[in-house]
T-cell receptor, first 114, second 119 residues
Framework: KAGVTQTPRYLIKTRGQQVTLSCSPI?????VSWYQQTPGQGLQFLFE???????NKGNFPGRFSGRQFSNSRSEMNVSTLELGDSALYLC?????????????FGPGTRLTVL | AQTVTQSQPEMSVQEAETVTLSCTYD???????LFWYKQPPSRQMILVIR??????QNATENRFSVNFQKAAKSFSLKISDSQLGDAAMYFC????????????????FGQGTILTVHP
């Protein structure tokens, strides 16, 4: 079974631009969570989607948004990029049922904001 | 809010030896899950081991085992017979088992411990 995939793997943007990152979960997983990883703040939860609905959101400004499609693929969008948005963005998928709630991570998208 | 603390920013071990990584957490909940994840230099996060708080038995996965002390809110990872491939950043993570609201999909991570394995 294929793992979680994320595209693109690397991205360079300038301040003020917007960016869209994509995540394809493991087949059969309906939950997708997004995390931001930085050296200073570590791993921080952004939001979680399940069956096209955002069920949970972390403490990030409204510039960070996401969505999930009917095939469970998810995208996150960051508008008006700031230098501090430079980070590794990880997505994780999960079954989110009694059989398991482990999250399986993708390789991440490295975003650099200049 | 739950917090997870890994007090060892870096650890090192000789190949074939045993090393223990520490993790403490703070929560007012009685039922939850704890995880150890490994993030090698390639950056892909991999689940190492999982512990359910209501289970008293410590989880074991091959060379990896945990020492779960619920009363002390401690969750350490022991790696036996360390291998060069074990070198990575290790994260301890907490997840509530309560359904609904702020629990969905959220893992709370510690700051990580960098493990170096010497040949």
């Amino acid at each position: 079974k294929a793992g979680v995939t994320q595209t693109p793997r690397y991205l360079i943007k300038t301040r003020g631009q917007q960016v869209t990152l994509s995540c394809s979960p493991i087949s059969g997983h309906r939950s997708v969570s997004w995390y931001q990883q930085t050296p200073g703040q570590g791993l921080q939860f952004l939001f979680e989607y399940f069956s096209e609905t955002q069920r949970n959101k972390g403490n990030f400004p409204g510039r960070f948004s996401g969505r999930q499609f009917s095939n469970s693929r998810s995208e996150m969008n960051v508008s008006t990029l700031e230098l501090g948005d430079s980070a590794l963005y990880l997505c994780a998928s999960s079954l989110e049922n009694r059989k398991g709630n482990e999250q399986f991570f993708g390789p991440g998208t490295r975003l650099t904001v200049l | 809010a739950q917090t997870v603390t890994q007090s060892q920013p870096e650890m090192s071990v000789q190949e074939a030896e045993t090393v223990t990584l520490s993790c403490t957490y703070d929560t007012s909940e009685s039922d939850y899950y704890l995880f150890w994840y490994k993030q090698p230099p390639s950056r892909q996060m991999i689940l190492v081991i999982r512990q359910e708080a209501y289970k008293q038995q410590n989880a074991t996965e091959n060379r990896f085992s945990v020492n779960f002390q619920k009363a002390a809110k401690s969750f350490s990872l022991k790696i036996s017979d360390s291998q060069l491939g074990d070198a990575a950043m290790y994260f301890c993570a907490y997840r509530t088992s309560n359904a609904g609201g702020t629990s969905y999909g959220k893992l709370t991570f510690g700051q990580g411990t960098i493990l170096t394995v010497h040949p």
